[in-house]
Structure formats: C-alpha cells, structure tokens
C-alpha cells in the first residue's frame, strides 16, 4: 500500500544525495486524506521505481540540480571542488583538499557565476544570497610578494552548457558544463552519476572534479590495507582492504559494498573516468594560450571511438 512504499522512499532517499523532483511530486500526491485514497494507490510505489530508474539511467544534471539559487525561497546544491592530481603542484600545493581540509565548497548561479562558500574570502562577500554570503572563487588566499601578505587578484569563474566538446561525443544540455576560469575557457567538464551509488552527480575534467555532496577530507582512512582474493558474482579478484575487515566470507559482499562505498567518498584518482587521454585535445589548446575553446564537429564513427 501506500503507507509502505512511503516508508521505503523515505528510507532509500535518505541515503541519497539526489533524488529526482519527478518521484518527490509523486510521493507529496500519495499523501492524500483517506476520502481521497482511492485516487493514489500505488503512487508511492510509482515515485519509488521513478527515483531508482531515473538514478540508473539518467546522467545529464538539471538547472534546478545544479544552481544554488534556481529556487528564490531557499538556497539549493552546493557542490564540493578539488583539483585532480593531474592539475599539477601549482594548484594542489594550495587546494584545501589536498592539505587535508574539506573541500573547497562552490556555488554555480543561474547567470553563469560560479562563486564560493566555503572557505570564507579574506574580502568582503561579492553577493548575498538568502542571508549567505558568498565569495569569489580562491578569495580566502594569502600570498606572500615581495615581503607582504597580499591578497591575489580576484579570478572570475564562469559557465555554460556545451553539447559538443572537441573531444567527446555529443549529448544534450546537462550533460557537459564548460568552466571559463579568468577569461579563459578549461577542458570541458563531464556530467556522470557517483561511483558510490549515492545518486549523487560528478563534474569531472581531466584536471578537476565537483561532487553534489560532501567530499571526505584526504587522509581520513586507514592506511592499514592488505591485499586479499575477494569472491563475486563474476568469480573472484584482489582488492585492498582494511585490516578490521571481517574474514567471514558470507559477509564478503555486504563489508565489500560498504568499504568501496566509504572510500570512494574520497573519490580518489581511480575512481576518475576523464584523462588527460580522453581530452588531449581541449587540454593541448589551454596549454598552448586558447580563450576560447571550440565546439566539435564529429560523425558518428569518431564520437563511438572516443567514448570513455
């Protein structure tokens, strides 16, 4: 009935970072007084599997998933940043992720300002939203030029909805987010669900990456790991584990999922899917001085062969 697949939603969702607004409305209509039953049995069973399909199969985010200020009532995703080992020292020697703190925590708006929550900026807030202030993007920086503390030039992020990067292929609007970083547009950032199965969604470049929910601090888990031939439904593999993971092999699966799940938080580099491989070409044209990089122009052969 009605009453258990609610209660189902409510224990699934709440352990999802996302969840559709398609199966939220679903839900808030089987909640009718009992007069009214009669016009939404089985709703809640409907919001269910719409929530669980649209998981599994949908992977280009929404302006409403994406914007901190789509909705003027209440503030919406705020999205955790890090840079990719990849990006070189330059910015992970500065990044707060890699220094062990939190990630640094960044807004997208709807008129293609990205700004930052999350550390404070060492100057004033740049806009109010809802009573929040938010910063400009780097602003909570110090650096040290010629024996002052200064406070570094401000760097503009921006973005866009592309649907045909140069070296990936075509999809629709949510799939691909383009990132103008101080006047200069970088690889183009890949729209993808969460490896950790929490419906969360990924923005992932050859040189950073953005998560719709918290990213757990670098260096948070045990380095006490071992390798150990675990069984599966597809036979058997080594993986790493802690050593306060159970040697029971009926719980084989059950300690396995939620070790993945718990490391993967991290989303650490062998949990990426964009490489430098896969974006050679938008990542050579940075390198080499482009402001704006080009939309691709690929067939069908070429957009099968470059799919990572």
């Known amino acids: 009935?009605?009453?258990?697949?609610?209660?189902?939603?409510?224990?699934?969702?709440?352990?999802?970072?996302?969840v559709c607004s398609r199966a939220r409305?679903?839900?808030a209509q089987s909640i009718q007084p009992k007069s009214l039953s009669y016009l939404t049995n089985n709703v809640a069973m409907e919001a269910f599997k719409t929530a669980v399909v649209d998981a599994a199969t949908?992977?280009?985010?929404?302006?409403?998933?994406?914007?901190?200020?789509?909705?003027?009532?209440?503030?919406?995703?705020?999205?955790?940043?890090?840079?990719?080992?990849?990006?070189?020292?330059?910015?992970?020697?500065?990044d707060p992720w890699w220094n062990g703190k939190?990630?640094?925590?960044?807004?997208?708006?709807?008129?293609?300002?990205?700004?930052?929550?999350?550390?404070?900026?060492?100057?004033?807030?740049c806009r109010i939203h809802n009573g929040v202030p938010l910063y400009d993007v780097f602003s909570e920086r110090i650096v040290h030029r010629d024996g002052v503390d200064v406070i570094p030039?401000?760097?503009e992020l921006k973005w866009r909805f592309v649907q045909r990067p140069?070296?990936?292929?075509a999809r629709p609007d949510g799939a691909y987010v383009r990132i103008t970083v101080g006047g200069r547009d970088v690889p183009t950032y890949?729209?993808?669900?969460?490896?950790?199965?929490?419906?969360?969604?990924?923005?992932?470049?050859?040189?950073?990456?953005?998560?719709?929910?918290?990213?757990?601090?670098?260096?948070?888990?045990?380095?006490?790991?071992?390798?150990r031939l675990r069984r599966t439904r597809n036979g058997t593999r080594w993986v790493n584990v802690d050593d306060s993971d159970s040697d029971d092999p009926d719980q084989d699966d059950r300690d396995?999922?939620?070790?993945?799940?718990?490391?993967?938080?991290?989303?650490?580099?062998?949990?990426?899917?964009?490489?430098?491989?896969?974006?050679?070409?938008?990542?050579?044209?940075?390198?080499?001085?482009?402001?704006?990089?080009?939309?691709?122009?690929?067939?069908?052969?070429?957009?099968?062969?470059?799919?990572?």
């Open 190 to 227: 890949v729209v993808h669900r969460s490896p950790n199965g929490n419906w969360g969604f990924i923005l992932e470049s050859c040189w950073g990456v953005y998560a719709s929910f918290d990213l757990a601090p670098r260096g948070t888990f045990s380095s006490s790991t071992r390798r």
């Open 256 to 308: 396995h999922t939620r070790n993945v799940r718990r490391r993967t938080d991290l989303l650490e580099e062998s949990a990426m899917v964009v490489t430098g491989h896969s974006q050679w070409r938008e990542a050579l044209l940075y390198n080499i001085g482009a402001v704006v990089l080009p939309e691709g122009h690929n067939t069908d052969s070429e957009q099968e062969e470059r799919e990572f």
């Open 166 to 169: 140069l070296d990936l292929p």
């Open 25 to 27: 409305s679903l839900l």
């Open 58 to 94: 949908r992977k280009e985010v929404s302006l409403e998933e994406l914007c901190y200020d789509e909705s003027p009532l209440k503030g919406g995703p705020v999205w955790s940043f890090r840079f990719k080992e990849s990006a070189g020292s330059d910015w992970t020697s500065w």
């Open 153 to 155: 030039p401000r760097i």
């Open 1 to 18: 009935n009605n009453a258990g697949w609610s209660d189902h939603c409510s224990s699934l969702w709440s352990r999802k970072a996302n």
């Open 102 to 125: 939190q990630a640094r925590k960044l807004v997208f708006l709807r008129d293609g300002n990205i700004l930052q929550l999350q550390p404070e900026g060492k100057t004033a807030p």
